[in-house]
């Protein structure tokens, strides 16, 4: 008998791995359930605890992606990305991870990663975000 045990996202220290799954889990989570909460930005999620899933627009191309988790020292940002759907018109150098499209501004890894993954909430690809985007933007005038 085989047994098969699940690696948590949070022991992984590979970025562009955990980037391919959790950044599009974190865009399927806010888009399905995103609202405007007080003091965050954009639209919010609150996941298990005091975790909060943020995004918001920069521009027509890019998103501002945030989490919060609590601390030791309070509720803190502990990822903070940019992500694009159109890496060729963007700096190589600063969006270095998926292909272009994610930039790390900070990242504090954690249990907040697994509480992630662990939603049952479908993700949302890079491009199925930002097409999304426009379909709901066309028909509500929200911004994300």
């Known amino acids: 008998m085989d047994i098969v045990q699940e690696c948590l996202i949070s022991k992984t220290r590979d970025r562009n791995a955990v980037l391919s799954a ?10 399905a359930r995103g609202r405007k909460l007080h003091d965050f930005g954009g639209r919010s999620v609150q996941l298990t605890g005091a975790i909060v899933l943020s995004a918001d627009a920069i521009d027509a191309h890019r998103l501002m992606v945030s989490v919060y988790d609590e601390t030791a020292s ?13 890496p060729s018109a963007t700096d190589p150098n600063f969006y270095r991870y998926q292909g272009g499209r994610v930039a790390v501004l900070s990242w ?11 939603d049952e909430t479908a993700p949302l690809s890079f491009s199925g975000l930002f097409v999304e985007r426009l379909r709901v933007n066309k028909q509500t005038s929200t911004n994300f």
């Not at 309070?74 to 159109?86: A, E």
Request: hydrophobic share 55%; no cysteine.
């Open 74 to 86: 309070g509720i803190v940002k502990v990822l903070s990305l940019h992500v694009t759907d159109f």
């Open 22 to 31: 959790i950044v599009p889990k974190i865009l399927g989570i806010v888009r």
């Open 108 to 118: 504090r890894w954690g249990r907040w990663e697994d509480a992630v993954m662990a």
